[in-house]
């Protein structure tokens, strides 16, 4: 704690051993906390992925923390905050000289294997938001990944790089707080756009688009303001990607 340079982000620090599942405890208390509060964990016994898949979270292997936002913004902008997690835990790891990259939406890639996931989530009321749970899990020093999910699957350490979590955490809650506060002041777009386009692991790549079990080929050509993905298929046509419409494979 004593690293850390934020003035929202982590105030309020709340730490365990073990857990089920660091954003279903940051729900709980969201309504009742200051934001920026963070809830962080050694291991999750129930980590949770999005589409209800499992985060594997074994202690000491790797950070598991949630931070509660109350952004002044409309629901569909949420995915912007989302986006933003994805790019201070990018920016962190560069700094830290590992070569992380963000696969589209908020993924985070070490040679192309994922290393990094988000899980955000929500509580609306009306048409504003009561408060938004942002879940970061990173693989800092796991080795043995299960069989599913083995290939696709990385750590930091893994990738040949050894790293202190504290470090990474500190960086990441610092370059976090840097970009939402500018976001929010500012609500410019565009700026995260850019920067998305600029850490992609995608833009310029052939890939495959996965929709309603169809699966086309296409070039990734852009981020657009919205933090749409825009590709071109083989026909030529050229369409914007919506996250969470869409899952994206390398070739
Ligand atoms: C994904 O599927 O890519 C998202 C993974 C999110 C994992 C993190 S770990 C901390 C927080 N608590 C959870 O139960 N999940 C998120």
Partial sequence: KSKLKTNIIGKEIIYFETIDS??????????????????ISEEQTKGKGRMGRFWHSSKKDGIYMSIILKPDIL???????????????????????????????????INNKK????????????????????????????????????????????????????????????????????????????????????YSALIGKDIYVIQFNDRKRAKCIDINKEGNLIVQYEDGSIKELISGEVSIRGE
């Fill in 75 to 109: 629901p569909n902008d949420a995915p912007i905050i989302t986006q933003i997690a994805g790019l201070s835990v990018v920016k962190a790891l560069n700094k830290l000289n590992v070569d992380a990259k963000i696969k589209w939406p908020n993924d985070i890639l």
């Fill in 115 to 198: 290393v990094c996931g988000i899980l955000t989530e929500m509580s609306i009321e009306i048409d504003r938001i009561d408060y938004i749970v942002l879940g970061i899990g990173i693989n800092v020093k796991t080795l043995d990944f299960s069989e599913d999910i083995k290939n696709i699957a990385t750590s930091i350490l893994k990738e040949g790089y050894n790293l202190n979590r504290l470090d990474i955490i500190t960086l990441v809650l610092d370059e976090f707080e840097n970009l939402y506060l500018d976001y929010i002041n500012t609500k410019n777009k565009q700026i995260i756009a850019n920067m998305c386009k600029e």
């Fill in 22 to 39: 660091t954003n279903d405890y940051a729900k709980k208390i969201a309504k009742k906390s200051s934001e920026g509060t963070i809830v």
